[in-house]
């Protein structure tokens, strides 16, 4: 008879699977917790140690690593010399592994595990099993996703049984996932420090000395930024939650770029907030009462930008909202979720895709800057810790904001710097932004210099009219390297500045700022974004 060895951590589906390969004609062998699952559920287990003669010991460290097991997992079944080893050591042959391993990424993920407790979720048969079936695969069936148990019992009943391309499929998504488990052990021991009171796990205070990526190809793209560019969507192994499409075309290269712009910004907010994007930067957001307020007065404040723009909410959208984003033309939308209501009323605009995260979404004000943001530059890559505006979590006044002028801001003025902040840290730089207390009025994007950003914002300030940013406050990413980029502002009419400081001529900038009588506040924290 055939024999299949089962040993998951991940138990969802393992019984019914395995009654479908004892249907089958298979012998079950099987570990610890899999084999009392399985037995629980009435089917006959030959347990590894009746295989091995050893009892599992330390613990369940030591139950696999046998050459009972592992020969009759690597015999191939085409060599005389393989099976003659085999029955001269009376090894029986295993025609299927079925293994998950250790819950290693979660217990990880859960800042409270104690390192040694973090240690024994590091699984050391469980890889060999995988890695012994997955080299024979000609012959031996490896499975690690329950995702495949029902193609797997569909393959068994196939005339002439599992092809080999179906066999190598398996074998590379075995692979894959012990190179991805060794990966996820190799980053979290670099957050390990090991001092004379033992071993602790802290923020990493640098990039790790080595960066090994495991990555899933999702999907291939139609093409790339362009249509002459090969691309592809990949995610990490176990590291996030991914996304569901709940509607509309394909997403392209360029909607998955503008849709993660759109949920940083959305995301930095906890009262009810709103983003239009367009090539990654904003042309509107806002705050307001509820998601459908915050929306509409995002995409007004750039009505014309917005049309065929990528839309961003931190609330669900509910049917208020929907019928604000069917009113004109959208290309997308990204918000934790979608009510029942308003999914009908989306659904009437066929093409816009929709988009859900399939876990729970951390805003940016809960969130860290530990997260590793990876990007390639010819010859190699370059790695930064996430940008988070930590310093504006919190109500302005607040922590290490300076004023510099004579002046103070006005209540309404901190509300409006804050807001202007956090949308300033996530426009390509060189920007200079004008905005209200809760939306923004016009932006000035990705420009060589200062002044050019505030010129392209009064440009599309014009489009409003001749007084739109009159009584407005001002952002700019980083600092102003000559007062010519503050006049403009001031005579722009913005009131308020917010901006980093940190300039050699900062004294002539607040001297500037001082005789148009501006109030202007240094947060010491520069937010490029190239």
Not at 355 to 372: E, H, K, Q, Y
Request: charged share 20%.
């Amino acid at each position: 008879m055939p024999r299949a060895l089962l040993s998951v951590s991940d138990k969802s589906g393992v019984v019914e699977f395995a009654r479908g390969l004892a249907a089958r004609g298979f012998d079950l062998v099987s570990t610890g917790g899999t084999a009392k699952a399985l037995q629980q559920a009435g089917l006959t287990v030959i347990g590894i140690s009746e295989v091995t003669g050893f009892p599992e010991m330390m613990d369940g460290r030591v139950k696999t690593l046998h050459p009972l097991v592992h020969g009759g997992i690597l015999a191939r079944r085409g060599r005389a010399d393989d099976l003659a080893s085999a029955a001269q050591h009376g090894i029986t042959l295993i025609d299927m592994v079925v293994v998950n391993l250790y819950p290693f990424v979660a217990a990880a993920a859960n800042p409270a595990t104690p390192f040694a407790a973090l240690i024994e979720e590091i699984d050391i048969g469980g890889p060999s099993l995988l890695r012994a079936a997955a080299k024979n695969f000609e012959d031996v069936l490896v499975v690690v996703s329950p995702g495949d148990y029902e193609a797997v019992l569909g393959q068994l009943d196939r005339s002439g049984g599992p092809s080999q391309a179906f066999r190598f499929d398996l074998a590379r998504k075995a692979f894959g996932h012990t190179g991805s488990y060794d990966t996820a052990i190799a980053a979290t021991l670099e957050t390990v420090t090991a001092g004379d009171e033992g071993f602790t796990r802290a923020a990493p205070s640098g990039a790790p000395s080595s960066l090994t990526l495991s990555l899933r190809k999702v999907r291939d793209l139609r093409y790339g930024e362009n249509p002459h560019q090969r691309a592809a969507f990949y995610e990490g192994f176990g590291s996030h939650p991914g996304f569901e499409v709940m509607q509309g075309k394909e997403l392209s290269y360029t909607n998955l770029l503008d849709l993660d712009a759109a949920a940083r910004i959305a995301m930095e907010f906890t009262e009810p907030a709103a983003v239009v994007i367009k090539h990654t930067n904003p042309c509107g957001a806002a705050t307001g009462t509820s998601a459908a307020d915050a929306y509409v007065r995002a995409r007004e404040a750039d009505a014309r930008s917005a049309f065929g723009g990528i839309i961003g909410l931190n609330r669900p959208v509910d049917a208020a909202t929907a019928r604000a984003i069917v009113s004109t033309f959208i290309e997308a939308v990204i918000a934790p979720s979608v009510e029942p209501d308003a999914q009908a009323i989306l659904a009437g605009k066929a093409n816009m895709r929709v988009v859900v995260p399939r876990g729970s979404v951390s805003g940016a004000a809960s969130g860290t800057n530990d997260d590793l943001e990876v990007r390639s530059i010819v010859g190699g890559v370059l790695v930064q810790a996430r940008d988070v505006v930590r310093e504006a979590h919190d109500a302005w006044p607040a922590g290490d904001l300076k004023v510099v002028t004579k002046r103070q801001p006005t209540a309404e003025e901190w509300q409006a710097l804050r807001f202007a902040w956090r949308i300033c840290a996530h426009v390509k730089s060189n920007t200079v932004l004008f905005t209200g207390p809760d939306h923004t009025i016009a932006i000035g994007a990705g420009q060589m210099s200062r002044v050019d950003a505030v010129q392209v914002a009064t440009m599309k300030a014009a489009a409003i009219g001749p007084d739109a940013l009159k009584g407005s406050v001002a952002a700019s990413d980083a600092f102003f390297p000559f007062r010519d980029g503050l006049d403009a502002v001031a005579a722009a009419g913005a009131t308020a500045v917010v901006q980093p400081g940190g300039s050699v001529r900062d004294q002539e900038v607040i001297a500037a700022a001082d005789e148009h009588g501006l109030a202007m506040v240094f947060t010491g924290r520069r937010h490029f974004r190239h």
